[in-house]
Nanobody
Framework: QGQVKESGGGLVQTGGSLRLSCTASGVDFDDVATGWFRQAPGKAREGVACINGKAHGGSYFYADSVQGRFIISTDNSNNTLYLQMNSLKPEDTAMYYC????????????????WGQGTQVTVSG
């Protein structure tokens, strides 16, 4: 049974940076897509960034709202997924979730089988 767990959230000022990590067990990063989603209070969960596993081409996807500011990456040797978040804005404040699976579309939730509990990111100022 695969599991994923996020870490690295916190409070940061506008313009600052954070790096989120997601450690996985029982999940082969080469065979699945791994991604980051976020959900702000009162809003729907949205896809932020995704990587397809090497077996599926290894392509990257970013939401327009984070393109050029966020970078998703994996360390397959440690089964860890990262999200480097730069130039953070107050509107990036949300609970961030790691997910792994075989989605119908990269930045949409259906098809992601494994979800973490989330890590809170708060951007002040």
């Amino acid at each position: 049974q695969g599991q994923v767990k996020e870490s690295g959230g916190g409070l940061v000022q506008t313009g600052g940076s954070l790096r989120l990590s997601c450690t996985a067990s029982g999940v082969d990063f080469d065979d699945v897509a791994t991604g980051w989603f976020r959900q702000a209070p009162g809003k729907a969960r949205e896809g932020v960034a995704c990587i397809n596993g090497k077996a599926h081409g290894g392509s990257y996807f970013y939401a327009d709202s984070v393109q050029g500011r966020f970078i998703i990456s994996t360390d397959n040797s440690n089964n860890t997924l990262y999200l480097q978040m730069n130039s953070l804005k107050p509107e990036d404040t949300a609970m961030y979730y790691c997910a792994a699976g075989n989605p119908v579309q990269a930045l949409l939730a259906p098809g992601y089988k494994h979800w973490g509990q989330g890590t809170q990111v708060t951007v002040s100022g």
